[in-house]
């Protein structure tokens, strides 16, 4: 039952062949059996869990059933705020912090019944892209455990690769949904800045961060998305454009598409990464769609760009840990000013020191100019090249990540190399644009390759209609790993 | 970037190093400098400030009194919380 697709389980709750209590009695045992070696869960309230599904299966039984979700298992990363539950981010500065409000998101999937698997494991703060950050336990991916998941967000993916869930939630930054969900071959979605609310989603750095799922199929990352979508009083950004539906899904004939890929691919892509990318443009190409090359130059500023607002807006965000009002505070402070510092001091880690540093910096009097405001500025570039390439084409193709997943430890003493994990996804969050990974083949060494596809904002309807044609590509297709060595 | 340049920045965000600590940390930050220079070779003199924030739009609540966080809520999240306050270390020096 675990291995099916979300789908397939979906439809066997409704038709009532099985019942939640069986469906989350299944996923806990992969979990009990198998997460002692993938790490994805930092905790797990395994009686909470089945209270909940029995409650769930009560209600379908007399058809009361909330929703035709009502029962379904979904995993929520650890910096998404459940009321009663611990959210830690990843962080030390969190360790005992228990949520006194549920997220807009989690209120959404509560409403129509979904079953909660809270505490995925995640870099500090969402601050990485190997899951290597999190103060607590390095996540291990499920079809290698040498090897990391991707991050920030590697436990939610790390969980539905390792059949431990069919769907999850996790946050997206810089890449923090697509990176994993490539390097764990499954589907993963950042949604259009504002097309879900951010309210309980705690910010790393607020004009980026966006709220998106993960799934075994197509059909989860769509349903996931109506549930989520639609504007919220708690959050100014989250857009009044009309919430995403399934009613958008049509049928997309391949033959009408214009698909635009990068001109300059530059030479960081692996081999097998760009082989198998290169068929599924030519398998497209076959079938009638037009491909276009594009001018991506300006995108080799992405990083820097990302880089210096991000963590300019990460030192104002983490600004709020101080030690008095919630969160890890020092023993014994002398005075008012040992309480911040030495809480601050003790409760992050590396990254999120390195990373508040940078951003004072960078917003600093004397540097404001030369590094945030120039930022800002070539950010507006980067957004004015999409509207451009959206003139002339349907999507954007790009593989995920230039390389498969790496081995656990092997880009830990070098930033820049970690950062430029990212150096594909970061543009999209600079840009506000919807994206999402989808399962693209394996490498040499059995490891996923991810495919993103781009498209315009508030465009996921058009987005994940294209996913359920392409999804079904013989070179897309990815068997997640039954055993797990 | 020197060390006393990087201490100040790291009092202004509230943080301590050691001094063991803080000479990796100014190693990984002069590199990371070196690599997001890399945007200041932008001409980015085209962009408008209204280009910068043409997203972003004002929108508020309406103003109705509705109910926040308990006293009780608050306690129990509250690093040290006595009589119905939350405790800091003495602010004024006697």
């Known amino acids: ?485 | 970037m020197e060390k006393d340049k990087l201490q100040s920045i790291a009092n202004l965000a509230k943080l301590r190093f050691e001094e063991s600590q803080l000479e990796g940390m100014l190693t990984d930050f002069n590199k990371i400098m070196a690599y997001v220079d890399k945007v200041k070779e932008l001409d980015t003199n085209g962009v408008t400030e209204e280009e910068i924030y043409e997203w972003s739009e004002n929108r508020v609540r309406p103003d109705i009194l509705g109910n926040s966080m308990t006293r009780d809520e608050i306690s129990r999240i509250a690093p040290k919380f006595e009589n119905g306050y939350i405790v800091v270390p003495r602010v004024i020096e006697t």
């Open chain 1, 1 to 485: 039952m675990i291995f099916k697709k979300y789908s397939e389980i979906k439809s066997l709750l409704n038709e009532k062949k099985i019942t939640s209590v069986e469906l989350c009695k299944a996923y806990l045992k992969r979990i009990e059996e198998n997460d002692t070696k993938i790490k994805a869960f930092l905790y797990l309230n395994k009686e909470q869990i089945l209270e909940a599904a029995a409650n769930s299966d009560s209600r379908r039984q007399v058809g009361k059933q909330l929703s035709e979700f009502d029962g379904i298992p979904i995993g929520i990363k650890d910096n998404i705020c459940i009321k009663g539950e611990r959210v830690s981010c990843g962080s030390k500065i969190l360790e005992n912090f228990v949520s006194p409000y549920d997220a807009t998101v989690i209120a959404k999937l509560r409403e129509k019944g979904f079953i909660f698997f809270p505490g995925l494991n995640m870099d500090e703060f969402a601050m990485g892209s190997s899951t290597e950050n999190s103060a607590y336990q390095i996540t291990k991916n499920p079809f290698d455990t040498t090897r990391i998941p991707g991050g920030s967000s590697g436990g939610s993916a790390a969980a539905v690769a390792g059949s431990m869930l069919p769907i999850a939630l996790g946050s997206d930054t810089g890449g923090s949904i697509r990176q994993p969900a490539s390097l764990c071959g499954i589907f993963g979605l950042k949604p259009t800045y504002g097309r879900v609310s951010r309210y309980g989603l705690v910010a790393y750095a607020s004009s980026l961060d966006q709220i998106g799922p993960f799934s075994n199929d197509p059909q989860g990352i769509a349903d996931v998305l109506s549930v989520l979508s639609g504007s919220d009083l708690n959050d100014s950004t989250a857009s009044m454009e009309k919430a995403f539906s399934s009613s958008d899904l049509s049928k997309t004939d391949l033959s009408k598409l214009k698909i635009g890929i990068m001109a300059n691919e530059g030479n960081e892509w692996d081999a097998d990464v760009k082989d198998k990318f290169h068929k599924i443009i030519d398998v497209l190409r076959s079938k009638g769609a037009v491909i276009k090359e594009l001018d991506f130059s300006i995108h080799s500023y992405s990083i820097p760009i990302y880089y210096i607002i991000a963590t300019a807006e990460c030192s104002s965000n983490l600004s709020r840990f101080d030690g008095i009002r919630y969160g890890y505070r020092v023993e014994d402070p002398k005075k008012l000013e040992d309480v911040y510092i030495d809480s601050r001091s003790k409760g992050f880690g590396k990254e999120v020191k390195r990373r508040i540093l940078l951003g004072t910096f960078s917003l600093s009097s004397g540097y404001y100019d030369a590094y945030y405001g120039q930022a800002q500025k070539a950010r507006v570039m980067i957004k004015r090249s999409y509207a451009e390439y959206f003139k002339e084409v349907d999507f954007i193709l790009q593989p995920t990540s230039p390389t498969t997943a790496f081995k656990i430890g092997e880009k830990t003493q070098d930033p820049i190399q970690m950062y430029k994990a990212d150096v594909l996804t970061t543009s999209v969050n600079l840009a506000g644009l919807p994206a999402i990974s989808i399962p693209a083949g394996v490498d040499k060494n059995g490891l996923p390759i991810g495919l993103q596809i781009t498209a315009n904002k508030f465009e996921e309807g058009k987005l994940l209609s294209f996913v359920s044609e392409i999804s079904t590509l013989e070179e897309c297709k990815v068997k997640l790993p039954e055993s797990i060595e």
